[in-house]
Structures are given as C-alpha cells and as structure tokens.
C-alpha cells in the first residue's frame, strides 16, 4: 500500500475560514457535514480544508503543533495517509 505523506503546514495552509464554513456548509459533501457536527457536538477544535489532490478534508488541531487528519474526500488519491 503506498503512503502519501503529506506535511502538517500544507495541510493547516489550506484551511477555510469559518465564515465560509457557515455559508457553504449545505453545499460540503454529505458525510463531511454529518461527520463535522458530529466531532463538533463532542467540544473538539475542528477545521475544513481544502486540497487540490485530497479535495475537502476534516481536520482536528490538538494542540498548536499537532493535527490529526479524520477525513478527506479523494479516497483515490491514496489509500493511506500520513500526516509528517
């Protein structure tokens, strides 16, 4: 399996802002708005991406230097993903 990594500040680079969020969100796919009101309702710290090669992707920030990657949308593009 071949593994796509992808580093931290490219990934925290291309984050949307809220104010987009709000006013697009109808329009994000299905399982990206399910997922993110989801993980919002439990108190995580959330942000939508976007990538030209993952599309959109769901990101949870932990801490200011540390990101965890829960979703993207172009599962083709790779079948694992690390995130350096």
Known sequence: M???KIQRSLLTKNLLP???IERTFYNL???LQQL???KKSQGLQLSIGL???LGFYLLKK???HSVE???WENRFFA???SVA
């Open 2 to 4: 071949k593994v796509k």
């Open 18 to 20: 809220d104010i987009i």
């Open 29 to 31: 796919p299905k399982v």
């Open 36 to 38: 993110y009101r989801e």
């Open 51 to 53: 990538d030209t090669d």
């Open 62 to 64: 932990d801490s200011f």
């Open 69 to 71: 990657l829960l979703w």
């Open 79 to 81: 079948r694992k993903v």
